[in-house]
């Protein structure tokens, strides 16, 4: 687990309740044996997130998200598991010593204090500029206020080789952390020298609003530089999972129930200015999944607006085929006679970007536009082409009348048959990858040796007195689940290790995401035995986990035979079988 000692952990997770700390977060109520109410990780109407007090856990029945005390904080929090434990240990007054491998731990402070400091520096330096300077030049004709500026933090990076070096080790900061902070680098000299020089400064915030990073655009008459540069990836950021400007639109996209992303930090900018206060930049980068899960917990509705160049264009076309696969609801907008909100918003009144970004159509409805207006739709050709190009977006539209709405608008657009185009897509659809989903483990299908695998793990779980006989008695090969079988095996490594094993501290000990959550739905699920039940349902667990491992493996064979060829009866076919074969 790293740098934190394992029975610090153990002793945080024990005194931190689950329910206390969720409590904190979400209105909990009590339900029989949990909490509930509706889950944070996805959007739902009746509420399926459960937390268990006596195991510790918690579950989410709509989406599957699931774990401790600790998975709770990493996921609410975008925290990282030392931030959890660190987080939940402050609360809880378990002291984390600073010693020999804790070094580390203290490196993440660290690290905030160097880019606050950095980020102050900067600052200082930008107010103290002339206002003749090219940075003050600068800004004053892209016209930021000074609100814009303070509610920004933006900075000035001098044109000097080690000026916020220099101030940062005055400061008392060595240049092992400047360096990996991202704030200074080794030059070719092998002395520490500044990253950002003669560079108009972007601080960059964490969702609870604490600058991890910078980006530089080049303020200097000298083209050599590029643009913009941005910090490297450090251990308090990461690129791809960080939205500019985040922290400051979270309020009013919730209260709007739409995001609108931009490409750049100015275009953040240009968009407050207009009194649009819900927008974000992806920063340097594409627009990534975590960034479409960081949205995702405010709201569902996301405009992307980029740049009207053929990057911008092919930047919303990957960016709406995540946010569909998130299932949320992404619109599309290029802005007519201008490469950019920025220079929209020079010859165009504020209101009128409100209005187009209100009235910005569906990604699919942009998507068909896009394609029809590059093709030549006179001949069959051209049609197939523009056909081909929604395709593979319109398969990733959840809803079924949605879905039909838009081959009927891509019909009329490429004025093809209706009829033949539904046809098309309909055979389109079971592709290996609807086949594949059948691979996942199937509740309601499953034969009796697999429910008998599944309810011996879960005694396992919540009887750990159980495991001794178990352990003398079962080998991980008998299980055929792939998943139960780790969970097995993971109850089986750690028997005799720690004297009381709770489903808690089980997700503790694994690595797996799928795992932690696996083994909190299994959890959740009441069996409502008493103890003389618990040892024979044991026992009869274990008789019926027999079965044929040739028949299983012939069986296997087929399977993945069928799936190469893409074939879904031989496939259903040899699964049953599969099954049944124990
Ligand atoms: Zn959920």
């Known amino acids: 687990m790293g740098f934190i000692p394992d029975h610090i952990i153990d002793d945080v997770r024990i005194r931190a309740d689950i329910v206390e700390v969720v409590s904190e977060y979400l209105p909990l109520k009590k339900a029989g044996a949990n909490y509930r109410c509706l889950c944070p990780f996805h959007e739902e109407k009746t509420p399926s997130f459960n937390v268990n007090p006596a195991k510790q856990i918690f579950h989410c029945f709509g989406c599957g998200e699931g774990g401790n005390v600790f998975t709770f904080i990493i996921k609410h929090e975008k ?53 003749s300077s090219p940075v003050w030049r600068y800004i004053t004709k892209r016209g930021i206020t000074p609100e814009i500026i303070e509610k920004f933090n933006l900075g000035w990076a001098p044109d000097a080789w080690d000026s916020a070096t ?146 911008g264009v092919e930047a919303a076309k990957k960016g709406g085929a995540i946010l569909l696969g998130h299932a949320m ?31 910005s159509p569906p990604f699919l409805e942009f998507l068909i536009e896009m394609a029809v207006r590059n093709a030549d739709l006179s001949g069959i050709d051209g049609r197939i082409a523009a056909i081909g190009q929604v395709i593979p977006y319109l398969k990733r539209v959840k809803d079924e009348v949605e879905r ?39 509740k309601k299908r499953a034969s009796a040796g697999m429910m008998a695998e599944k309810m011996l793990v879960r005694l396992l779980l919540n009887h750990p007195d159980l495991v001794a006989e178990a352990a003398t008695k079962l080998e991980t090969d008998d299980f055929s689940d792939p998943v139960l079988k780790a969970v097995f095996a993971l109850i089986i490594s750690n028997a005799g290790k720690h004297s009381a094993t709770t489903p808690a501290d089980m997700i ?19 069996e409502m035995l008493d103890e003389k039940e618990v040892e024979t349902m044991l026992a009869d667990c274990m008789k019926k986990m027999r079965y044929d491992p040739q028949e299983r493996s012939l069986r296997h064979q087929q399977m993945k035979m069928a799936l190469k060829k893409g074939e879904n009866e031989p496939y259903n076919e040899a699964k049953e079988k599969y099954l049944q074969s124990r």
């Open 329 to 359: 609801r992404p619109k599309a907008l290029i802005l007519p006679d201008a490469k950019d909100p920025d220079e929209f918003l020079a010859s165009h009144k504020p209101e009128e970007l409100t209005r187009l970004i209100d009235n």
């Open 508 to 526: 503790n000990l694994s690595n797996d995401e799928n795992l932690k959550r696996f083994i909190s739905a299994l959890t959740m699920e009441e």
């Open 79 to 131: 925290a990282s598991f030392p931030e959890a434990v660190r987080m939940l240990a402050k609360r809880y007054g378990v002291d984390i010593p600073e010693d020999g491998g804790e070094e580390r731990s203290g490196e993440f402070e660290k690290l905030y204090s160097v880019i606050s400091a950095a980020s102050d520096y900067y600052h200082a330096v930008l107010k103290n500029q002339a206002k």
């Open 166 to 311: 220099g101030h940062l080790n005055d400061k008392g900061f060595d240049n092992k952390i400047l360096e990996k902070a991202g704030v200074s680098s080794l030059s070719s000299r092998n002395t520490y020298i500044d990253r950002f020089r003669a560079r108009l400064m972007f601080p960059i915030n964490n969702p609870g609003g604490k600058t991890i990073a910078f980006g530089g655009r080049l303020i200097d008459s000298d083209p050599k530089g590029a643009k913009y540069i941005n910090s490297p990836e450090t251990p308090i950021y990461h690129k791809s999972k960080v939205l500019f400007g985040f922290d400051l639109a979270r309020d009013s996209a919730r209260k709007e129930g739409k995001m609108v992303v931009v490409e750049g930090y100015m275009d953040v900018i240009a968009l407050r200015k207009a009194g649009i206060n819900n927008c974000v930049a992806c920063s340097g980068a594409a627009f990534t999944p975590g960034q479409a899960e960081l949205i995702k917990r405010i709201c569902d509705n996301v405009v992307m607006l980029f740049d009207s160049d053929k990057a």
């Open 404 to 442: 039909a709405h838009y081959i009927q608008l891509l019909a009329e657009r490429t004025r093809t048959d209706h009829d033949a185009l539904r046809r098309q897509v309909a055979r389109e659809w079971t592709g290996p990858e609807e086949i594949k989903k059948g691979l996942a483990p199937q």
